[in-house]
């Protein structure tokens, strides 16, 4: 893969990602911690972190939208779609996402 200039404007460096190491680090301190900035809570991330366990451990999990196959490295976990706080378990990224744009036509 070729070096692209970071894309932070003015920024020099050469890296392998959008952004170089220093400004990654920046973008994520803006966004905030995934337990505040993006709404998730602790219980959210230990739930997260036990699901992830038992993948790590062998366990083979199903997407509870569509019923396929969870990719240990690659998964959501999923909310309920009327109750954010009821969690329903592991999703695709796909799943999840179609879920939430369908959401947002519905109220837009």
């Known amino acids: 893969m070729a070096k692209r200039v970071c894309a932070e404007h003015g920024c020099p460096e050469l890296t392998d990602t959008t952004r170089c ?19 998730s809570d602790w219980q959210h991330t230990k739930l997260r972190r036990s699901y992830q366990r038992a993948m790590n451990a062998g366990k083979a999990f ?4 569509c019923g396929g196959p969870i990719d240990p490295n690659d998964w959501h976990l999923g909310h309920d779609d009327h109750d954010r706080t009821i969690y329903r378990g592991p999703e695709h990224p796909l799943c999840n996402l179609r879920a939430a744009g369908s959401k947002r036509k519905q109220t837009g």
């Open 21 to 39: 190491p220093t400004h990654t680090r920046q973008a994520d301190r803006a966004r905030g911690k995934r337990a505040h900035g993006s709404g």
């Open 62 to 65: 199903n997407c509870w939208r």
